[in-house]
Every structure is written in structure tokens, then in C-alpha cells.
């Protein structure tokens, strides 16, 4: 039998120019002249910035997509043959990147019976293939829930059981974890790696580089060609082209291009225990057996702490006396309880909750999903009402309505996603929907606008009469983040500012923070990623069911790695990279919080033993 | 933090969740008439026995029948005071100016009112038992003698489920999307009628663009599932057995009861 899945044959494929696309779009996504084979039972992932044709590839695998030139075999059928329409699509299952836009029904199990359905499978071969689906991904004590009740993550395993009931030979999944948090990610990660290994063609379209590590054979899009493929080994190679191509090697490849530049002879490993073993083997090298013995065993503990020098007290204790803080910290809030009304049970968001943010700070929330990181944000922007406890932002308590009301030019919140909630004719429109709120003149309006737009980067003259629609994602968000900082506001809330962003995304987003914390706002910031919380942070709080558990420093608050293990939440990569160091008996000085850090620490560990050895 | 009760299904395995839908359907529409049509007193306690069994055998907590209820209970207002008010007959207990209010009219107040209560918690308890996509499955089965005529009856079934599905998200959606523009400075319960309107399209517009780029994933996925409208088979297959029995039964003596009672008295 023949042994490829998927056969792309000098695939092209152009979007037809049509009203609905817009300037922007036309172009983009296109593929050009694609040839690869996926072997069966293979688990191979395709990577690329936003744009580059990598969900138009998805699409041509199950014929939802034909192309405009070339052809696509799967399963060994021509996809333009649309007498096999519906083999293809049984035998090579989609799941896309929303869970809720791809449930039709309001129960699990109906929603995996939908593809069975259109099959005209009978009654009871559908709940004989719901039953497996649904084992398949773990939710099988799901079946009768309300998709509406689940997590992100719980929706997403259930998107892909609907696919699993078709009984698929190859599954494509178009950034099936780039609208959850990490823990529903890891969740959806470890199912799809499981039905691999039970024998099904994998296709994952992704931009997390770290997912790419698993694969067997790694595609990497730009500009709808293949610019570059091979085992993950292989294309992570090429860090510096990778880059100019808007994207991140993984984390363990660009430390080894690191420790390599700085001058460490290490062998090419793409996963994080391999590189550690590697770098450990390097000290072991350079000490005696017995110094390394001892090196094990004289450090069983953690690395104390040797006194962060940065951080002579931790800025954000939840305890601080609000008398002071009042001067110094822009927002105060006092035992909070929050609750609210959820399917006829009352839920309590934050239960007696207390933080402060110190002017002019960076302050990161984090928390798995539920704890309560949301309801904190509409709560310091006056969006829900103070129901018990205190809360007082930029001097002002938010007892009163009145004073929630005043708040609105004082705190900007920008939501997630916030590009979706665009809704003028014109850029300029949109931003200076603030300012007009505020009733100001429209000299100074427009002035407020033309420096909010100028500071995230769009040039006024070139985007303030186009359509907030004709442009692309990247721009839209821009667009949505000057609307908020229009009206000039001291203190700005950000909920997931990456959420659902490319590597390039991600990191035009978090230089926007930066931009306006170098402007002397005072930001806080919601994140599920512990990396750009390191990056940006100077106090974190970590919320654990509507209570704040730990505030501080990121170095410290990040050292405490079990704890936040025992709440769901990692570390940054480079320190739990330490961790691993650590247990291979490499012990750095000071916890890195990124990854320049984590390079110099290891090379002057590795040169301080060195000279241990000489003296 | 959305709630939406009204039409929501509560998943169950009682009785009254597994009778076959269309039975269900049909015994509902057949006590909806009975209830309109019931007259004296002793009739609506007899259905008011009936379908308190009913809800009490599909084991949903009262609370949860009563909160589904009472958003509809506002419509009971009108007809409630224009009984009562614009009653002529009967002895006059007060009366102020043209108005007065007799004894004839509050009983007809009392019994349209407990009338129409009882046909609400009669339809509540059909969508609290039943998930929307069944229920479009045996209203498409009940009405697909019309297919012959050209209706296309499983297309419009399958319609108007997504669109029950869909609810929660777009009121969760539009939540989001109102606070951003609240915390934006806008104004939505201040200002004249005239502001009012005009704040609409701010919150509408990206609702809109929303929902239209969810319908587009929705499409890829339905098409992706092989979906292709006519001729699928169902899940939840509508086969008749001895419960359906036994509801239609008891429906039936019901029913009977109230046309003796008709009669006798």
C-alpha cells in the first residue's frame, strides 16, 4: 500500500479579488508553487508568520480549497475531484482555531454526532464513534455538558473528537492552541500527540516554535513558498533566517546559537533536556569526579537567593498600609469580594483580595484561567461596581458611581483581541471616540488622536481616513491600542495583550508597552505567558482563586517555581531551563529571567569552575 | 459571566428527557390547547396538577423552571390589569371615576393571568428537557410532509438550531465589546433618544463583524464535517416506546377528564 498521506504537487493557489477582500489581504495567504509529502502516520508541522499561506495549505489538504493550479492528492484521491468530496473530507479531518465558532450544538456529544450525521451512519454506530471520539480526547464524562460550560481548551479536545467520529486517517489542525491558555494548550498538545501514536497523520499548523520540537518534519512558510524544511533539527539550524522571517527558533535552539556565539563547543540539540545534559557535560568535563559529586550533593536546595539586588523590598506586598500608598501606588485595592451569577449559582471571582500597583510601574497578574484576573481588571477600571472592600485608583476611591464614571479618561483598559470591537468608518473616527466622549474641542480631539496614532506607530496622513476593516491584523490592533491611549489616561490595563499573535506580533505588542511605560504610564498587565511577563514586568502578583498568593519581584516571585507549579503556572523558559541545569548539578548564581542572562550566568559559571580547576 | 436561561436546555436524564421529541412536541401542543380552552376553576387545577407532575418527574430544580419563567411573567401585567379594569359585569367592590374594579374581574383576571402562567411553564419545560437540536429535529420530522411541497425543512431545523447555540456567545461578545466603549468614555443609558440611537451602530458594527467572521469559521467547519443539507441520519433517533405511550396516554385521559368536566358542569 502506498505509504503517503498528503501529496502537494506544485500547488498554487490565488484568492479571487473580490469586494469583500480587502487591499490588504489580496496577496497574502496565497500559496505558490507548493510540492511536499506527508508520509502516513507522520507528524508533521507547518510554521509561518501570519500571512504566509500556511491555513490556505490546511484548507487544500481536505479539498475545502482547490488549487488554482497543481494538484493535491490525499489519501491518494485528487482533491478536485468532487465526486470524492466527502471521502476526502472524512478521511482528512479540520479542526481551525476557534473552538466556539466550529460547534453546531448545544450538547457534546450531538456536536461529535454531527459528522457522523452527514455520513448517514446509523443511530448506533453514531454513538458507538461519539463514545470513541470522546474517549479519545479525555472528555468522555463530558457528553452531556454545555460546550458554553467548558474551558477553552475542553471546547477545542471536543472540536476535535467531532473530527475523530469521522473515523480520519489524517488530521490537520490550522493553530489549534492560538486562542487558549497554556494549560489548554499543553492539554490539546498531549491528545494530538497521543492519536499520532495511535496511528493518525498529524498536520499541525502552529506558530509556537516549542510545538514544532515534536514533529518529525518541520515546514516553514513564507510568502506562500516552503522556505525551509527538514527535521526540526535541521530548520532550527538556521536561527538567523528564521528570524528574517518574523520567526523564533525554540527556546533550548536559540540558547545553544547563544552559548555557541559565545564560544561553547555544543552539539545541535532541539529539545530542553538534551541541551541541558549537554551544557552539564560541559562542566563535567572541566571538574574532577569528585568536585562534581560534591557539586550534587553541597546543593540539594534551591540557590538561595543572594539577595535580588535590584529589589531591595518587594514593590507590590499585598499588606502595604494604604495611608502611604495613597502618594506612591497608583491603584490600592482592599480585601475585594466579588461575586457573580453564573447558571443560577453564585461565583465568587475575588474573595477577599488586596494588591497594590506602585506608580509608574509595570505590574503583571498572572493566574490560570478562573482565578480571578479578569474581574481584577474591569474592577480597577471602573467597569463592575465595588461590591465589598476597597479599591482606590490614582488617589480616588471607586466607592461611588460618580467616581467609576470620572475614572474613564484616567485608566485606558484594552481587552482581548481588541482589534474585533473596531467599529468606525475611519481610523481617525475610532480613535477619537475617547477624546469626543470627553467632549473636547475637535482641535484638541483630532490633536489627541494624531499623537495616540503616531505613538503605536501609524503614521497619520497615511491611516487616518482609511477603513479600520481594509486593514491587516497586526494594524487593527494598533488601531484598537491608540483608541484607548487617545484620551491620555495615567494608568493602562491590559488583558492577553499577545494573545493570538505571531512571534512578530507578539513582539511589536509588548515594545507598544514599553513605549507608553517609558512615557511614564503605569501599566498592568494580564498575561498566561510567563516570557513576557519576565520581559516586561517589574512587581507580579500571582492570583489563586480571587486571592493574591504571592507578590513581588519577578526574580522572586518566578524562584518559587513548586508553588507555582501547585497553582498550574511555569516559570519563564530560561529559568526553568536553570531548574533543569540544576538538577543536572549546574547551579547559577542568580535565577536568569531571560535568555542573554541565562548565556552569560552559564558561560561564567562554566569559567568561574575553570578557573577553580586552574587554581 | 452570561446567564442566559430563557430557551436553554438543562441536561437531565429523567422521563420527560428521553420521551421521543416529536411525542413531546406534539403532547406540548396538544396541553397548550387544552389550557387556552380550560374555563372554570376546578378545569386549571386539574391541568395545574398535570403539569406540576410533569415538571416534578423531569427532575429540574422549581427554581430553575421558575427563573426560566419569570422574564415572561411581565407579559401577564397587561392583561392582568385590563381584566380586572374593563370588567362591566359583576358587583362593583371599588370603583375610582370610569374605572371600577368588580368581583367578575378579578376572578377573569386570576384565571387569564393563571392561564397564561400555566402555558408558560408548559413551553419552558419542553426547552428545559429538550436540547434545541433535537427539538429542530422533531419539528423538521413533524413538518416533513411539506418537503414534497419544497420546503426545505431540515435546512431551516438545522438554521435555527445554530442560531440557539450561538446566543450565549454573541451576548457575551456584545458584553465585552459595550465595556470597552463604557471604559471608552460612551455614554449608553445617558442623553436623548437621539444619543441613544447613536450609540448603537458603535456597539453593533463589531458585533456584526464578529458574528460574520464566527459564521465563516462555522461554515469551513460544517463543510469540513462532511455537512451537505439533505439526507442525514440523526443520533438521537425518534423511535417510539412504551413511555411515549404513557405520556400520550395520560395526556389523552387528561384531556378527556377536562371535556367531561365541560360537559357536567
Redesign the interface.
Known sequence: MDKTCVVFDDVSYQYAPSGQQSPAQTGAGALDGISLTVERGAFVVVIGHNGSGKSTLA?HV?A?LVPTSGRVLTAGIDTRDRTQ??TI??QA??V???P????????V??DV???????????PE??ER?EEALGAVRMGEWR???P?HLSGGQKQRV?IA??LA?RPSILVLDEPGAMLDVRGRRGVQRVVKELNEAGITVVLVTHFMEEAAHAERVFVMDRGKIALQGSPREVFSHVEKLRALGLDAPFSVRLAYELTSRGLALPEAARPSELAAAVAGLLREKEAPGAFERAVVANPAPPANPEAPENPASPAAPASPAATAATVDAIVVEDVVFE?????RRVRALDGLSLTVPRGSVTAVIGHTGSGKSTLL?LV???VPVQAGRVVVGGADLASKAARRRL??R???V?QY?E?????RTVFDDVA??PR??RLDEGEVEAGARAAMELMGLDFGRYASRSP?SLSGGERRRVALA??VA?NPEILVFDEPTAGLDPQGCKAALGLIEKLHARGKTIVVVSHSMDDVAQLADAVVVLNRGKAIMAGSPREVFARSEELRAVNLGQPLAMDFAERLRKEGLVLEAPPLGLPELADAIVARLAAENGGSHG | MVDVVLGSYYPGDSVVHRLDARVKLLLVLALLVLVLLAQAVLELVLLAAFITSIVLSARIPLLTVLKAVLPLCFLLLFPLVFNALFTPTGAPLFSWGVLSVTDEGLTRAALFSSRLFLLFVTATTLTLTTSPITLCDATAALLSPFERVGLPVGEIAMVAGIALRFIPNLVEDYGVIRKAQLARGARFARGGPIARVKSVPSVLVPLFATALRQAEDLAQAMESRCYHGAERTHYHELKIARRDLFAAGATAIIGAALVMLKVLL
Open positions: 484548507r481536505n475545502l468530496l466527502f473530507r472524512s479531518g479540520l481551525l482555531q476557534n466556539d465558532a466550529q460547534m453546531v450544538a448545544g450538547v456529544a450531538d454526532a454531527f459528522g457522523p450525521e452527514n455520513l448517514r451512519c446509523p443511530p453514531i454513538a461519539v452531556a455538558a454545555n458554553a472540536c467531532g473530527v469521522m457573580y451569577r453564573s447558571a443560577g474591569q477600571a471602573g467597569l474613564h479618561t485608566v485606558g483598559i481587552f481588541p474585533q470591537q473596531l467599529f468606525a471616540f475617547g466622549n470627553a476593516f483608541g484607548v484620551t
